[in-house]
């Protein structure tokens, strides 16, 4: 059984930094896409960062850009958050994900499977 553990997130100020950390057990994630989404109240989950797990390839979405940097350790197989220069509108609940892909990184929620029980992230003005 696949368990997507996550910590990190909290309180920031605007233009503050915060990681978030998600730790797969229960199977190597050699052929999973592992993605951030993000949840804003009354909002539809939002792709945010995804990228695979052997393939190393990376998808941001714009508003990610420039700003965050996902990256993963094999040696622990825990995937990374760096969220940088934060605003109010990254103010949501963050979720990382796990699906099965040969290579590319889907951004529709519904492709994911395996869901972390999510972390809130929140910035103030």
């Known amino acids: 059984q696949v368990q997507l553990i996550q910590s990190g997130g909290g309180v920031v100020q605007t233009g503050g930094s915060l990681e978030l950390s998600c730790a797969i057990y229960?199977?190597?994630?050699?052929?999973?896409?592992m993605v951030w989404f993000r949840q804003a109240p009354g909002k539809d989950y939002e792709f945010v960062s995804g990228?695979?797990?052997?393939?190393?390839?990376?998808q941001y979405a714009d508003a990610a850009k420039g700003r965050f940097t996902i990256s993963r350790s094999t040696a622990t197989n825990t995937l990374y958050l760096q969220m940088n220069s934060l605003i109010p509108e990254d103010t949501a609940v963050y979720y990382c994900?796990?699906?099965?892909?040969?290579?590319?990184?889907?951004?529709?929620?519904?492709?994911?499977?395996?869901w972390g029980k999510g972390t809130q992230v929140t910035v103030a003005s």
């Open positions: 229960g199977r190597t994630p050699g052929n999973f896409a």
């Open positions: 994900a796990a699906g099965d892909t040969n290579y590319d990184i889907a951004t529709e929620s519904f492709f994911y499977g395996h």
């Open positions: 990228m695979h797990w052997t393939h190393n390839n990376i």
